[in-house]
């Protein structure tokens, strides 16, 4: 059984940072790819960055150059780094394992002065 649990959310006014974590209990976390997703109130959730196994990444076009996913396979855990958030960045973000299916319980971001 798969278990990931997010941190890092917070409140951030527009053109600040934040760095999302996900920490991985259970399974082979090397051999998945990893990513985020985000639910916006109202919205569909959507996603916002995948890494693949070897490191391979892939961004929503609305974050690309100011969104970094990166994964430590010996901590078993994946990062959102989100630079120049913007209020349109407001959600809950969400860390998934795609191909088992297991999501963590999410983590609010709110960007606003």
């Known amino acids: 059984q798969v278990q990931l649990v997010e941190s890092g959310g917070g409140l951030v006014q527009p053109g600040g940072s934040l760095r999302l974590s996900c920490a991985a209990s259970g399974g082979i976390f090397s051999m998945y790819s990893m990513a985020w997703y985000r639910q916006a109130p109202g919205k569909q959730r959507e996603p916002v960055a995948v890494?693949?196994?070897?490191?391979?990444?892939n961004y929503r076009d609305s974050v690309k150059g100011r969104f970094t996913i990166s994964r430590d396979n010996d901590k078993k855990t994946v990062y959102l780094q989100m630079s120049s958030l913007k209020p349109e960045d407001t959600a809950v973000y969400y860390c998934?394992?795609?191909?088992?299916?297991?999501w963590g319980q999410g983590t609010q971001v709110t960007v606003s002065s």
């Open positions: 998934t394992n795609p191909v088992l299916n297991y």
């Open positions: 890494i693949s196994s070897s490191g391979d990444t």
